[in-house]
């Protein structure tokens, strides 16, 4: 069964304080790995998609990087509206290859 | 721009009373989705259309249906809904299935009383 697990839970930081997230998988086989960003009462805000070991993509202040077992989420030098949940999820080869199993998530909170 | 609309964003209902959620699509995208999910939960996938094929998950209750009158629709029905089925209800679209992103609506905040 695919796990995807994302730690820590919450990350409390001050505004340009840099750090990371991080999202472990155990899948059959990787058909791609997804982040999306939450904001509290709305749906997932996609942001990138990995799909193979050593692949990096940026997006302003946010980088994310994938290894064959996990995958980071840094985050240069937040600010506030940085704060939201993020969600990792995969996504499988074989018959399921449509679903995407989902993390819990990290909840950021980037104080000013 | 395009998109993926979700009405209504907060649905009120009574224990047992039927109610129905709908989700459009500008995107002109093959497939949609419905998920749930619950406070500080991962979303769970209820079922998805790929063009007028039904897929439902193994593991979803009975009490949830799905249709897909077009392209641009889908409805979630929920026949008898518990106080368990309280939660948000995403809808999501992608390309195609396999290596195609999914792209979220702003999901239905249901109450049940």
């Known amino acids: 069964e695919d796990q995807v697990t994302q730690s820590p839970e919450a990350l409390r930081l001050q505004e340009g304080e840099s750090s990371s997230l991080n999202c472990s998988y155990t899948v059959s086989g990787l058909r791609g790995l997804f982040w999306y960003r939450q904001d509290p009462g709305k749906g997932p805000e996609f942001l990138f998609t990995?799909?193979?070991a050593g692949e990096e993509k940026e997006k302003e202040r946010l980088k994310a990087t994938l290894t064959k077992k996990e995958s980071f989420l840094h985050i240069t030098a937040p600010k506030p509206e940085d704060s939201a949940t993020y969600l990792c999820a995969v996504q499988a080869g074989g018959g399921s290859n449509y679903k995407l199993t989902f993390g819990k998530g990290t909840l950021l909170t980037v104080n000013p | 721009d395009a998109m993926v609309i979700q009405n209504p964003r907060y649905q009120v209902t009574q224990f047992g009373k039927p109610v129905t959620l709908s989700c459009s699509q500008t995107?002109?995208?093959?497939?949609m989705y419905w998920y749930q999910q619950k406070s500080s939960q991962a979303p769970k996938l209820l079922f998805h259309y790929y063009d007028k094929d039904f897929n439902n998950e193994a593991d979803t209750p009975d009490n949830f249906q799905s249709r897909r009158p077009n392209t641009s629709f889908c409805f979630l029905d929920i026949r008898s809904p518990g106080l368990g089925d309280a939660a948000m209800y995403l809808c999501?679209?992608?390309?195609?299935?396999?290596?195609?992103?999914?792209?979220f609506g702003p999901g239905t905040r249901l109450t049940v009383l």
């Open positions: 995107l002109n995208h093959n497939v």
């Open positions: 999501a679209t992608s390309r195609d299935l396999g290596r195609a992103e999914q792209f």
């Open positions: 990995l799909y193979s």
